[in-house]
């Protein structure tokens, strides 16, 4: 079974900062399975990323994703007020725990 | 415009069942993959299971064999998550999620509003 680490759990930044978050499979994948997630409190996840650095559809480009075999990375190149939230990655049929943007 | 609609919060005894709904609009069921994903309180995402198109069948995480049975109605649109033998732990938001033609399998690109389930005495 794939299990997925994110890193780090919290990254505590400002408005405007660059925000880089690491997704990290226990053995390599299929980057056409690899998928990010927004989640704000309340709300139903949102599909940000798939296909490991595809946009959804009505994502902003300031979101972009990368990486292959067992590392990906999701990065947000500004920080708006609304990207303060809980992002996870997602293989198939696993999910990371997930990784928490803050202000800081 | 796809749009899943699920039904409303359930509280439920331990050890009986739940089951919930989830209508789509914007598609026909039999042109989607539907999957059922937990979220407890304060905690992460779970994969419960879905319909693998590739095997024409619907699959279970392993924690969840024996306990859950997923279910479609094509006539009404209407995919069902039946959860039984329930226990505190099983207390969190359940959603309904699948993936349009847009983005094509292994991620969600649509989710439904959730349904709390709570189990307590």
């Known amino acids: 079974e794939i299990v997925l680490t994110q890193s780090p759990g919290t990254l505590s930044l400002s408005p405007g900062e660059r925000a880089t978050l690491s997704c990290r499979a226990s053995q390599s994948v299929s980057s056409s399975y690899l998928a990010w997630y927004q989640q704000k409190p309340g709300q139903a996840p949102r599909l940000l990323i798939y296909g490991a650095s595809s946009r959804a559809t009505g994502i902003p480009d300031r979101f972009s994703g990368s990486g292959s075999g067992t590392d990906f990375t999701l990065t947000i190149s500004r920080l708006e007020p609304e990207d303060f939230a809980v992002y996870y990655c997602?293989?198939?049929?696993?999910f990371g725990q997930g990784t928490k943007v803050e202000i800081k | 415009q796809v749009q899943l609609v699920q039904s409303g919060a359930e509280v439920k005894k331990p050890g009986a069942s739940v089951k919930v709904s989830c209508k789509v609009s914007g598609y026909t069921l039999t042109e989607l993959s539907m999957h059922w994903v937990r979220q407890a309180p304060g905690k992460g995402l779970e994969w419960m299971g879905g319909f693998d198109p590739e095997d024409g069948e619907t699959i279970y995480a392993q924690k969840f064999q024996g306990r859950v049975t997923m279910t479609e109605d094509t006539s009404t649109d209407t995919a069902y998550m039946e959860l039984s033998s329930l226990r505190s732990e099983d207390t969190a938001v359940y959603y309904c999620a699948t993936a349009t033609p847009l983005v094509g399998a292994g991620a969600f690109d649509i989710w439904g509003q959730g349904t709390m389930v709570t189990v307590s005495s």
């Open positions: 997602q293989q198939s049929k696993t």
